[in-house]
């Protein structure tokens, strides 16, 4: 039993680690912590979404310059926003009105890391106008994707 000098120490933690068969999974369980379980499944590659916003007028081009480069399916979404243009200013019936969020439309795409180059180069070429405006690619490291209808998991339900 400890005295009032004594300081108590907390146990140590108990650590349990191990590999299973395919698919490999490993388990990690500290005793003062919840259990992490990771699986690894052999032959799945790492994924990335690509998130483009682009100008409307140019969303057949880039659809099929995507659909030349491979890819199958996206999604599109109608947003507005703005950036460094800052909207701009239109007249309408002798009235002068500012136009703040500009109409863009927004791709989102989830592919392998191989594809990755090829599709952001594919948007870049036809997206382009040279003027201000054009948009943004944003890519972002995506950790699992699962097909809704057959389970499958990974690259595989790309």
């Not at 499944?41 to 880039?62: C, D, Q, R, S, T």
């Not at 490291?141 to 690259?155: H, N, P």
């Amino acid at each position: 039993m400890a005295t009032a000098a004594e300081p108590i120490e907390p146990p140590a933690p108990a650590r349990f680690s191990g590999t299973t068969g395919w698919p490999h999974i490993s388990v990690s369980f500290w005793m003062t912590m919840r259990p992490t379980i990771s699986v690894e499944l052999p032959g799945v590659n790492e994924m990335k979404k690509i998130e483009a916003i682009i100008k409307p007028f140019k969303l057949e081009e880039v659809k099929d310059a995507l659909g030349e480069v491979g890819i199958e399916g996206m999604t599109v979404t109608e947003v507005k926003g703005f950036g460094r243009q800052k909207g701009h200013t239109e007249l309408y019936r002798g009235a002068e009105y500012v136009v703040d969020f500009l109409p863009k439309v927004k791709l989102e795409l989830a592919v392998d890391d191989e594809q990755v180059d090829r599709v952001v180069e594919a948007i870049i070429e036809t997206a382009r106008t040279g003027k201000i405006g054009d948009g943004k690619i944003f890519v972002a490291d995506l950790g699992q994707a699962v097909r809704i209808r057959t389970g499958e998991a990974g690259s595989h339900a790309l």
